[in-house]
């Protein structure tokens, strides 16, 4: 039986993988997870699967040490901590943004298999990341949708030509470009397809978690010969053309329960989900609208420069978490990705390691800070 960690386990995709496990018949043993400070949810989960370690990044004083057997850390490094006593066969990353990539990089010590749900650990870590998982033998699994279906896709293939990734479109997909201007906090969260964080919904909203997931297929499949279109149903969960002209496509249900289950089973499918009815679905395509969805226009430019896609990641989290409180319009989420792009653009930072990463991470989001409370 395989041992299983769980960062962000109260989070969206942690809540689901705990669904998964409820169905894999004790195959994998959960020993041990981490959350940000919901301490009520965490202790539903310790008594009810019998986790070891625990990590609270954020206690309140009602946290004990220890809790039905299970040894609880608190604060900084916490989940670090956790993950290095459980040292567990696999690490489920879950994390909600960058605090992420520290997670996958202490995951990378211990666990044989890291199935990461964490995109930014990617889209920060680059090469580093990647080059730390060769060294310590590390079996890297992604569970984004679109990448899981990728790796699926090209198992047993010698070389992409092309990767197209497809988008919902997100929940402003049928806005016309005017009707941004004032668009609301719910309309933007009312998702037509995915059940997913708040961060994330409003990234698929404007596309900027599109720009991460290319970012990450960049890193995982070692190419730039990436395209977005967008499949309204996302049954489509993305493709790939090969020189020769075949176009394989990954055709499913939306349900991140099974690309997380084929992260925790890989090679084998033992997880049974409701079958797709593909007589009767459409197969649909569009090219994403630039009017609509205005931070594509960095793509180009971005892909490929790893301090701008820091900057790219920084200034999105910070700007999201300003709209979702209330306290800057939609279309200034895109106003304030733009401007620090262009002022770590004229920088020209070369990243050697991961405190560079950090500290870089760390300026991008204070040049976001200013520039909403000064500009916008």
Same mark, same amino acid.
């Given at each position: 039986m395989k041992t299983l960690f769980i960062t962000g386990i109260t989070g969206s995709i942690g809540t689901q993988a705990l669904d998964v496990l409820n169905?894999?018949?004790? $195959?994998?043993n959960l020993i041990g997870g981490s959350v940000n400070s919901n301490w009520r949810k965490l202790k539903i989960i310790i008594e009810k699967y019998g986790l070891k370690y625990a990590a609270l990044a954020k206690p309140s004083n009602e946290v004990p040490n220890f809790y039905k057997g299970c040894k609880i850390f608190k604060g900084d490094n916490s989940t670090e901590n956790a993950i290095e006593k459980a040292n567990a066969d696999i690490s489920l990353i879950a994390t909600s943004g960058a605090a992420g990539l520290a997670h996958t990089i202490q995951a990378s010590k211990y666990s044989?298999?890291?199935?990461?749900a964490n995109k930014e650990s990617l889209v920060l870590g680059g090469d580093l990341i990647l080059n730390l998982f060769k060294k310590n033998g590390n079996e890297l699994i992604p569970v984004d949708s679109e990448h899981s279906a990728i790796f699926q896709l090209v198992l047993g293939e010698n070389s992409i030509d092309e990767i197209y990734l497809t988008a919902s479109?997100? $929940?402003l997909r049928d806005k016309?470009?005017?009707?941004?201007?004032n668009i609301t906090k719910e309309q933007v969260l009312n998702h037509p397809t995915w059940s997913m964080g708040k961060r994330i919904t409003v990234d698929s909203a404007s596309m900027v978690n599109k720009i991460l997931e290319v970012i990450e297929a960049y890193y995982l499949f070692n190419t730039n010969k990436i395209k977005i279109f967008i499949n309204r149903n996302s049954h489509i969960h993305s493709m790939v053309k090969f020189k020769d002209g075949v176009i394989k496509m990954h055709f499913g249900k939306p349900n991140m329960k099974v690309p997380i289950a084929y992260a925790f089973t890989y090679p084998?499918?033992?997880y049974e989900y409701e079958i797709p009815d593909i007589i009767n679905t459409e197969i649909n395509f569009e090219e994403p609208d630039i009017q609509k969805y205005p931070v594509l226009k960095n793509l180009d430019r971005i892909l490929g420069n790893h301090s701008l896609h820091i900057a790219l990641n920084a200034s999105d989290e910070v700007a999201v978490d300003y709209f979702l409180k209330?306290?800057?319009k939609y279309l200034d989420i895109n106003k304030t990705i733009n401007y620090v792009i262009n002022e770590i653009e004229k920088k020209q930072i070369n990243i050697k390691n991961f405190q560079d990463i950090f500290n870089l991470d760390n300026e991008c989001r204070k040049i976001a800070e200013e520039f909403i409370k000064e500009e916008l």
């Open positions: 169905t894999l018949n004790d $195959s994998i044989k298999r890291i199935a990461l479109g997100g $929940s016309q470009p005017f009707e941004l201007k084998d499918r033992l209330g306290n800057i």
